[in-house]
């Protein structure tokens, strides 16, 4: 039987990753009803503290949480739900909650991270004249002829000057993520890939 310890308001912090992309979307709170509803359905029920009452994430938004992984920590008092977000997970219409930077580098190896959930939510939430959604509109074929042609534009880049590697290095990188994307691969499924060529 699980460990959790509550809160004198039966009450445990659960974070919620999204599983596609590491990033990490919400913080709420739920109680044991909220538990056994998360692990029975198989979609994330919280509490909310202001409503004093249970509630199923995108019960009217429509934006729920399809929980792949639920763990706790090494002390049993926070939850950390690893789930496929369908929409946004923040009520503003942002991808995730954590969006109000303070200090941190502004381009990191989470970079990929945004990218592709940024790229996931103009596929699960089109917006007119995106040139992403025209991409998926337009299907894979156009989506391999754009890698065939940046990969030789990278060629040609890296043949020139660095500024122009780099350029074209970024738009295949970004078309290749419109590819994972549209064939529903995880940067998990290629980290681990790349993990296992590290041994």
Known sequence: MM?????EKGLVPAIAQD???????????????????????????YYSRSRKSLWKKGETSGNIQEVRGFYYDCDGDTILLKVKQTGVACHTGSHSCFFNQV?????????????????????????????????FKEGIDKILKKIGEESA????????NREELIYESSDLIYHLM???VDQGVTLE????E??????
């Open 19 to 45: 599983i596609a992309t590491g990033e990490v979307l919400m913080l709420a709170y739920m109680n044991r009803e909220a538990v056994d509803l998360t692990l029975e359905t198989g979609i994330a029920h």
């Open 178 to 180: 419109v590819l994972l």
């Open 194 to 199: 790349l993990k296992g060529r590290m041994k």
């Open 103 to 135: 200090i941190g580098a502004e381009v990191d190896m989470d970079t990929l991270t945004r990218l592709y959930g940024v790229i996931a939510e103009r596929k699960a939430n089109p917006k007119e004249g995106s040139y992403t959604n025209y991409l």
């Open 3 to 7: 460990d959790i310890k509550y809160d």
């Open 189 to 192: 499924d290629v980290y681990g």
């Open 153 to 160: 534009e990278v060629i040609i880049g890296a043949k020139n």
